[in-house]
């Protein structure tokens, strides 16, 4: 996939997974880091050293004021690939905050697991979303990814039961949907103010149940 040339104020679908389709996300600790990692290294200011280990204490320190190198709508975590919604803010914003975040999180995942080498399967994918129905419906693709983990069906729009596979949802923390729900889980790494929780969820709702998934086709991926 050829990735676009990245502008300023606009929106992308960013995703890649690991490399041989590996696990690049074995426990919490590992998501917990990743989404550190998303929060420290969407800084134009050098990235810290942040060594191995890493607590949970780190997330609420005090922080100095930051330059954003995008804004981050929405994202998920799987265990062995990671979608983002980005909007990039700087100059070369989404190819920075990519390249520290990568780096990063490798050099930690391979201390961790005495390995080496690539751990994402190339460079990192991207498709830029231009057509409003993308933009409506594309973090609603995101925040169902986790059905894959129980209800795979979704896919094919032959969930059985809807409102388990959103109850669902509510208990995969590594997403911003929480936070799309007015439920606090991440939101000092999101850009955009969360929707209610009547609408969102309404509208997930209303999506899953009837949605055209070829509409969306040529912004998504399955892994």
């Given at each position: 996939?050829?990735?676009?040339?990245?502008?300023?104020?606009?929106?992308?679908?960013?995703?890649?997974?690991?490399?041989?389709?590996?696990?690049?996300?074995?426990?919490d600790k590992?998501?917990?880091?990743?989404?550190?990692?998303?929060?420290?290294?969407?800084?134009?200011?050098?990235?810290?050293?942040?060594?191995?280990?890493?607590?949970?204490?780190?997330?609420?320190?005090?922080?100095?004021?930051?330059k954003l190198?995008?804004?981050?709508?929405?994202?998920?975590?799987?265990?062995?690939?990671?979608?983002?919604?980005?909007?990039?803010?700087?100059?070369?914003?989404?190819?920075?905050?990519?390249?520290?975040?990568?780096?990063?999180?490798?050099?930690?995942?391979?201390?961790?697991?005495?390995?080496?080498?690539?751990?994402?399967?190339?460079?990192?994918?991207?498709?830029?979303?231009?057509?409003?129905?993308?933009?409506?419906?594309?973090?609603?693709?995101?925040?169902?990814?986790?059905?894959?983990?129980?209800?795979?069906?979704?896919?094919?729009?032959?969930?059985?039961?809807?409102?388990?596979?959103?109850?669902?949802?509510?208990t995969y923390?590594?997403?911003?949907?929480?936070?799309?729900?007015?439920?606090?889980?991440?939101?000092?790494?999101?850009?955009?103010?969360?929707?209610?929780?009547?609408?969102?969820?309404?509208?997930?709702?209303?999506?899953?149940?009837?949605?055209?998934?070829?509409?969306?086709?040529?912004?998504?991926?399955?892994?």
């Amino acid at each position: 996939m050829e990735r676009p040339q990245f502008e300023n104020d606009h929106i992308y679908h960013i995703f890649n997974r690991g490399v041989e389709k590996r696990d690049v996300f074995i426990n919490d600790k590992d998501r917990f880091r990743f989404i550190h990692d998303m929060f420290e290294f969407n800084d134009r200011s050098p990235a810290l050293n942040l060594g191995y280990n890493l607590l949970k204490s780190d997330f609420n320190r005090p922080q100095k004021p930051r330059k954003l190198l995008v804004e981050i709508i929405c994202f998920c975590l799987m265990p062995n690939h990671y979608h983002f919604m980005l909007r990039q803010i700087v100059d070369g914003g989404i190819t920075e905050f990519m390249r520290k975040i990568g780096t990063g999180y490798t050099n930690y995942f391979n201390l961790k697991n005495k390995r080496v080498g690539a751990l994402f399967q190339g460079k990192f994918k991207a498709v830029h979303i231009e057509k409003e129905a993308h933009l409506l419906y594309l973090p609603h693709y995101i925040h169902l990814n986790p059905l894959d983990l129980g209800f795979p069906e979704w896919r094919e729009q032959k969930i059985k039961n809807v409102s388990k596979a959103l109850q669902f949802l509510k208990t995969y923390r590594w997403s911003s949907y929480l936070d799309y729900i007015n439920i606090k889980n991440f939101p000092s790494i999101l850009y955009r103010s969360p929707t209610s929780i009547m609408n969102y969820e309404k509208d997930i709702k209303e999506w899953l149940e009837d949605f055209d998934f070829e509409s969306i086709r040529d912004i998504s991926i399955d892994y």
